[in-house]
């Protein structure tokens, strides 16, 4: 089953010219509890080909929301750059299986 299967939305959105963060939005307490410890730093880390150290995940248990932090391979806005807004980096999230 994907993550976006299990949650309410998964977005993600430009934070500033070297990271991007993606934020889902469980929905409940109880999609949040099942969720959370499912889908680890490793998992996103393997999926955006980025040193897991570099990660950055925070958990917001009272909005049932986790937020996960990833540096841009490239600077927002540079020739190589394929999403300035940094919208697009949501789906390959949204499709993991955990």
């Given at each position: 089953?994907?993550?976006?299967?299990?949650?309410l939305?998964?977005?993600?959105?430009?934070?500033?010219?070297?990271?991007?963060?993606?934020?889902?939005?469980?929905?409940?307490?109880?999609?949040?509890?099942?969720?959370?410890?499912?889908?680890?730093?490793?998992?996103v880390?393997?999926l955006?080909?980025?040193?897991?150290?570099?990660?950055?995940?925070?958990?917001?248990?009272?909005?049932?929301?986790?937020?996960?932090?990833?540096?841009?391979?490239?600077?927002?806005?540079?020739?190589?750059?394929?999403?300035?807004?940094?919208?697009?980096?949501?789906?390959?999230?949204?499709?993991?299986?955990?």
């Amino acid at each position: 089953m994907t993550l976006a299967d299990q949650v309410l939305k998964v977005r993600s959105k430009n934070a500033g010219p070297f990271w991007v963060t993606i934020d889902i939005f469980c929905g409940s307490a109880e999609v949040f509890a099942r969720v959370a410890p499912r889908l680890t730093v490793e998992t996103v880390a393997r999926l955006y080909a980025t040193p897991v150290q570099l990660v950055k995940r925070f958990d917001i248990p009272e909005l049932a929301v986790i937020k996960v932090s990833i540096p841009r391979p490239v600077v927002q806005g540079a020739a190589e750059d394929r999403d300035m807004h940094g919208a697009q980096w949501a789906h390959l999230l949204a499709e993991a299986e955990i």
